[in-house]
């Protein structure tokens, strides 16, 4: 039989050439979102008779791998139907049954190959939904005026790389969808339950052969509770049997063997080996972590680990989008977006490398906790970050995600950390709410302070954009001098800027203004000289 481990394993290598198979087609996918003017510029229809036109091309890159496919799978199915034999050979004191090996190898391969296939037709449906519903978003998004086409275009590009490709795994008896996975975890899930379920068939045929009428059922921590009240015993082969005075129940009545919820069915990493009579027991029945921990802490942990690993996996393709945006438009704005995505990969394999050593320091044994898997957090060949910018203009780009990172976790979007800022928290609560959605910063006819740091109107737009309190489509109203005040070389104001970038109005003042702590607020040179006032500009058509 296979340990609970190995069936952990099995399927991670094949799980890993998918991941690369999907790489290739979102990246295909994301070139071709770009092209043309990218699909902001065309109708829903038109995206969607886009991808469909390519969708031989998404099935050449899926046979472009059948040969690494077809490798690592009889590698796999090798590598772990003959460790369960040698486990059964072992327990017998048989030389071991490899006759049996080509026939029955053949027949998971067979099988296995046949589900994979159905998953690549998935595979290939699944890449085009998510091509469309990208697409869809961003074309959405321009059309109510929420974002230009550039920054729909790249959010998309982001979305389509960081979400990937998922699968049909469950339908009703409708035929309505239930369940979708990542083609990954679906492939990882369809190896490790054909080789546990063909590996306990040469174990029943090697039992049968040489007259077994005991097994052994194997046990891990923190098994579900269904699972753990037969885990770690023996059993009758075929059926409740007496031997030596002692009775044993059938492994069929026990443990559910052969249906969805039992043994060796969905998601068990339990297995059966030949046991006889008086023979060492390999398995407890409550068995313990070598560290010392608690089975469910342990258990509660390794979920935590696949959590990060995915999520390092998003933030590597979400980074390759990046790159592949400012690669089409290599402006500031996507510059920051690709340093906004390198720093949350960052920190999300510094949350990894924490989690780790955390983990691990709570052993009472010394003995590890959890291991770090570099396998389980590749996202597919991914390019290196290298820009041809200078290291100024890199330097800024971190600036300015610095800054919308500050002022995307203020409170309220109260960005002074000064004089102005502390009158404004006072009266801020006093503003109703008919105003709009206000925003408070020093300011000029062309530009705002932000947090100490003179910002454009886009990094501010930005700034909105991603704080959880705003919708899209909200007036603002601009709490900072003089940015309703046309500038003197006669372009437009900073609000009137704003209101194009954000697609909605902006409400300014036209000079300096005067905020008190009771809610007031005046627009003169002086408190008291309320001689400016509240100007309000509406978006204007193709000035985003």
């Known amino acids: 039989m296979l340990s609970p481990e190995a069936l952990e394993e099995a399927g991670e290598a094949l799980a890993r050439v998918y991941r690369g198979i999907e790489a290739d087609m979102l990246d295909y996918l994301v070139d071709l979102m770009l092209a043309g003017g990218g699909v902001t510029s065309r109708s829903v229809t038109a995206a969607a008779l886009l991808g469909q036109t390519h969708a031989d091309e998404l099935r050449r890159i899926i046979e472009g791998h059948a040969g690494e496919v077809d490798a690592e799978l009889r590698v796999t199915v090798e590598k772990f139907m003959r460790a369960s034999d040698a486990d059964d050979m072992e327990r017998l004191g048989r030389p071991g049954t490899e006759k049996e090996w080509p026939r029955q190898m053949d027949a998971t391969v067979r099988g296995l190959a046949a589900i994979l296939q159905r998953d690549n037709l998935h595979m290939e449906q699944g890449a085009l939904d998510a091509f469309l519903s990208a697409s869809t978003e961003a074309i959405a998004r321009v059309n109510s005026g929420a974002s230009t086409a550039e920054q729909a275009l790249h959010r998309a590009v982001r979305r389509l790389e960081r979400d990937g490709v998922s699968v049909v795994q469950y339908r009703d008896a409708a035929g309505n969808l239930t369940v979708r996975n990542r083609v990954d975890v679906a492939v990882r899930r369809h190896v490790r339950t054909q080789i546990a379920q063909d590996g306990a068939r040469m174990t029943a045929r090697a039992m049968d052969e040489y007259g077994v009428q005991l097994v052994e059922v194997s046990s891990h921590p923190n098994a579900r509770p269904s699972h753990a009240a037969w885990q770690g015993q023996v059993y009758g082969w075929r059926g409740a049997v007496s031997i030596d005075g002692r009775s044993y129940e059938g492994l069929e009545a026990a443990t559910g063997y052969g249906s ?16 006889l009579p008086g023979a060492p027991r390999a398995y407890e029945r409550d068995p313990k972590h070598a560290s010392g921990l608690p089975g469910e802490e342990v258990y509660r942990l390794e979920q935590r680990q696949r959590a990060g690993e995915r ?100 409170r309220r979007p109260i960005y002074d950390n000064g004089a102005l800022g502390h009158v404004a928290r006072t009266a801020y609560g006093k503003m109703g709410k008919e105003k709009g959605y206000i925003v408070v910063c020093h300011g000029a006819p062309s530009f705002v302070d932000l947090l100490g740091q003179r910002s454009d109107h886009k990094v501010l737009a930005d700034v909105i954009r991603a704080r959880d309190d705003y919708e899209d489509g909200t007036p603002v109203q601009l709490m900072a001098c003089s940015t309703g005040k046309a500038p003197k070389n006669g372009s437009p104001c900073f609000a009137q800027r704003l209101a194009d970038e954000l697609g909605a109005p902006v409400t300014a003042p036209d000079g300096t203004l005067q905020v008190y702590s009771d809610g007031r607020l005046e627009v003169g040179d002086s408190p008291g000289d309320n001689t400016g006032e509240f100007i309000t500009f509406q978006p204007r058509e193709g000035k985003k």
């Open 260 to 275: 969805v919820d039992g043994l060796l069915g969905a998601n068990c990493r339990h297995s059966f080996g030949p046991y």
């Open 311 to 410: 999520a390092i996996r998003e933030a590597k393709r979400e980074l390759a989008g990046a790159r592949k945006c400012y690669d089409a438009s290599p402006t500031n704005e996507s510059l920051v977006e690709v340093v906004r995505a390198q720093d949350l990969l960052t920190r999300r394999q510094e949350a990894m490398r924490r989690l780790v050593k955390e983990s691990n320091a709570k052993s009472l044994t010394g003995h590890p906790v959890l291991h770090r898997h570099p396998a389980r957090e590749w996202a597919g060949d991914m390019p290196r970050v290298t820009l041809s910018v200078s290291a100024r203009t890199k330097q800024r780009a971190r600036e300015t995600f610095k800054l919308m990172e500050a002022c995307a976790k203020k």
